[in-house]
């Protein structure tokens, strides 16, 4: 898990001597944990690997500047935003490595895009690139789209692969494995007139293209599902109402204000 490697390497950082850690995870956060922890001196080997190696130190008093990475999960939102709505947008400052697989399986279902060089993030290591996406016509994937830990499609980034499914032509079968119950959420957007199949709790089949209609849905006591519905709204016809949204402050800033302006329409409301 990611958390239970940030802890052991935070404890690994003030231990002397060398820890080494297996079956680590090299995803995004952990990465950036490491890179802060070589900041302060620690010694930290097999950054982006299953294996990591801390040399700790007895005690760390030093006064550094570090600034997070940019956030992949944030970067497919809106890539997901773009898609949904058939628009052309550019997201800037994504981190490419982790959003590789995600754009390699929309590339099969029809999805043009074009990527700049690289270029650094602030803290000198995460690897960014710009992405502009293209108005397509997306067919549905001929495999199931399923999450794996990285570099696999990441396990938040898959509720917005089964929404770019609604717009694909065809049937798309989305495997949620490791979250009990969360693929249900997705048949919310059957509100929103989407065709979504539950198969068991963990599999849903999504056909598409999608004729949006608008709804008035209680959001999920989730945040990636209730961005998913979010960001169907702004591709319905008409005026769509979605209650109970505050999680969604859980994981973005201001993200209403941010597609407002790009142009979306999204308000407060009240009964």
Known sequence: GDTVTENVLMAAALSPGSVTIRNASPNYMVQDVCFFLQALGVKVEGIGTTVLRVTGKKSIKKNIEYFLSEDPIEAMSFVAAAVVTDSELTIKRAPIEFLELELATLEHMGLVFDLTKEYRARNSQTRLVDITIRRSKLVAAKDKIHALPFPGINMDNLPFMALIATVAKGRTLVHDWSYENRAIYLTELTKLNAA????????????????????????????????????????????????NVYQIDRGYEQLAERLNSIGAEIRPFRD
């Open 196 to 243: 979504v199949e539950m198969l068991d709790p963990h599999r849903v089949y999504i056909e598409g293209p999608t004729r949006w209609k608008p709804a008035d849905v209680i959001a999920p006591a989730a945040l990636r599902p209730t961005v998913v519905i979010l960001l169907a709204m702004l591709a319905t016809p008409g005026v769509s109402r979605l209650r």
